[in-house]
């Protein structure tokens, strides 16, 4: 199994252009997230979909969006990247919500300039 | 909502002793607390958790302790070796939400 996938692992944009990073579990688990890192701020969550067929924000979700696309593939979309989206992004994923362990991604780092 | 503060920022500890990270919680309906492992460039990694029925948990140097009503918990680690230095986050999951919150994480260096 290869657990979470995330692509691509690095990306630099200039501000202003928009860009989707993917996700995939192999796990058959229902509930997925979206956080970022950044140093001294811990982990933050963007957008987290519960279960197929439903998404819902976090605690930072302004300037993403996400889609659901099955079971297994959780999307964030940055529409007009801006310098302060710069930023370590992990997907995660677990069994049946937030009270499972999660299993994260390797990681996006990302750089808008 | 849910906010969670943890300490030590950093914490620096001799091979051998032990170390204690805190994390306080503010929604008193939350009901599940894992901590979570990162090492420098890698994901993090759930290494214990603890659900509010249970006030202690323990795995080999590694224990989790929790008090309801004072609205905290602990990590503890034991004989701490270098492959313990790592970034270490505590969260919190309200009971019925599909989240976790997330403390800022504390960075842990085993000096030789």
């Known amino acids: 199994n290869a657990g979470v996938t995330q692509t691509p692992k690095f990306q630099v944009l200039k501000t202003g252009q928009s860009m989707t990073l993917q996700c995939a579990q192999d796990?058959?688990?229902?509930?997925m997230y979206w956080y970022r890192q950044d140093p001294g701020m811990g982990l933050r969550l963007i957008y987290y979909?519960?279960?197929?067929?439903?998404?819902d924000k976090g605690e930072v979700p302004n300037g993403y969006n996400v889609s659901r696309l099955n079971k297994r593939e959780f999307s964030l979309r940055l529409e007009s990247a801006a310098p302060s989206q710069t930023s370590v992004y992990f997907c995660?994923?677990?069994?049946?919500?937030?009270?499972?362990?999660?299993?994260f991604g390797p990681g996006t780092r990302l750089t808008v300039t | 909502g849910e906010n969670v503060e943890q300490h030590p920022s950093t914490l620096s500890v001799q091979e051998g002793d032990s170390a204690v990270i805190k994390c306080t919680y503010s929604?008193?309906?939350?009901?599940?607390f894992p901590w979570y492992k990162q090492e420098l460039g890698k994901r993090p990694q759930l290494i214990i958790d603890?659900?509010?029925?249970?006030g202690e948990k323990k795995d080999q140097r590694i224990a989790v302790t929790l008090n309801k009503t004072a609205k905290h918990f602990s990590l503890h680690i034991t004989e701490t070796q270098p492959e313990d230095s790592a970034v270490y986050f505590c969260?919190?999951?309200?009971?019925?939400?599909?989240?976790?919150?997330f403390g800022q994480g504390t960075r842990l260096t085993i000096n030789p």
């Open positions: 995660a994923s677990s069994l049946a919500g937030s009270s499972y362990e999660q299993y």
């Open positions: 796990m058959n688990h229902n509930s």
């Open positions: 979909s519960a279960s197929e067929g439903t998404t």
């Open positions: 929604d008193s309906a939350s009901n599940y």
């Open positions: 603890i659900r509010s029925n249970v």
């Open positions: 969260a919190a999951s309200p009971q019925g939400a599909q989240k976790l919150v």
